[in-house]
């Protein structure tokens, strides 16, 4: 107990000590100041302070922070939009003029989560108003850059940064997304039929194509084979009529008739008529009269075979 007396100052200034001692967490940052006055700030880690004149006003986390927005806007077509957002942000560095801005720009972190907030629900309700309901549902990411863009400035102001701002939902009123889905089942519809009306376009042009080239190689064919047919019609009249040729100037030469091999041929031709025909009634001008009429037409186009012979 005499210890105590006679050294109570050392345990007064101990005590001192140890109130002035103070731990900053990590991802923190304290702002001092003295009899209401900015001082200074303390770094994370264990820190001493001067009791009973420095004072934490504030700690200021710079952490990544997130906070969830609903809210409503009207497009210029009159319709109600309901959005369902995220917001990322932090304190843009932890320099000293920069927490002292995060400090004492608001009196509180209430005030200054109300302001960010109304700021960006104005910044969208501005752009979807300029904007018709058909096209809000496409203009997500531009949303999110008309935003960054108009309000970044005032963020550095107070010593903030926006990360990101996802917009997770969209939605309209019922009656509103009911027309929507009768528009898109509309549209898929109309797709359909339009596919569907091209394939059997294509299809039916394919048959046509294929029945054309059918057309064409048979037709092709068939003049192959016409021309073929007329060679070997030509060739054999012109065989039998070397044949005949033959005939005659051998029987010229043996001094015989030459009446008489026409006659053999004439008698051949009906035979033959008669045997290969594919008719069942042969028409023949019998009379001697018309028989003596064929053989004057076979000598002179034996003559005239023998002439072209000679000529040659």
């Known amino acids: 107990m005499d210890f105590l007396v006679h050294n109570w100052y050392y345990i007064v200034a101990v005590l001192i000590l140890f109130m002035g001692l103070k731990t900053i967490n990590q991802g923190s940052i304290g702002v001092v100041t003295v009899f209401g006055r900015y001082q200074r700030i303390l770094r994370p880690g264990l820190r001493l302070m001067i009791p009973f004149v420095e004072q934490i006003y504030k700690k200021i986390s710079i952490q990544n922070r997130s906070v969830e927005m609903e809210f409503q806007a009207v497009t210029a077509d009159q319709a109600n939009v309901y959005f369902k957002s995220m917001l990322l942000y932090a304190v843009q560095n932890a320099d000293e003029e920069t927490i002292k801005r995060v ?33 809000i549902l496409g203009l997500r990411k531009e949303i999110v850059e008309y935003v960054k863009e108009q309000i970044d400035h005032l963020l550095e102001d107070w010593g903030y940064h926006l990360m990101d701002l996802q ?21 898929n519809l109309k797709a359909a039929a339009e596919n569907e009306g091209q394939a059997l376009l294509i299809t039916k042009t394919k048959a046509a194509e294929a029945e054309g080239n059918a057309i ?24 039998v009529a070397r044949g005949m040729s033959q005939a005659a100037e051998q029987m010229k030469q043996a001094n015989l008739d030459t009446n008489v091999i026409l006659f053999s041929m004439w008698t051949e031709a009906i035979k033959n008529f008669a045997e290969v025909g594919k008719g069942n009634i042969i028409f023949l001008d019998g009379s001697s009269e018309g028989m003596q009429k064929t053989m004057q037409q076979i000598m002179g186009m034996l003559e005239m075979k023998s002439n072209n012979s000679i000529q040659k």
Do not use: H, P, W, Y
């Open 103 to 135: 400090a004492f720009k608001f009196i509180g972190e209430r005030d200054f989560m109300q302001a960010l907030t109304r700021t960006i629900e104005g910044t969208i309700r501005s752009f979807v108003a300029t904007k018709k309901q058909a096209e």
């Open 167 to 187: 917009i997770n939902d969209i939605t309209f009123d019922q009656a509103i997304m009911d027309s929507m889905s009768r528009v898109v089942a509309s549209n």
């Open 216 to 239: 064409k190689i048979s037709a092709e064919a068939e003049k192959s084979a016409a021309q073929l047919r007329g060679q070997g019609v030509a060739l054999f009249r012109e065989e």
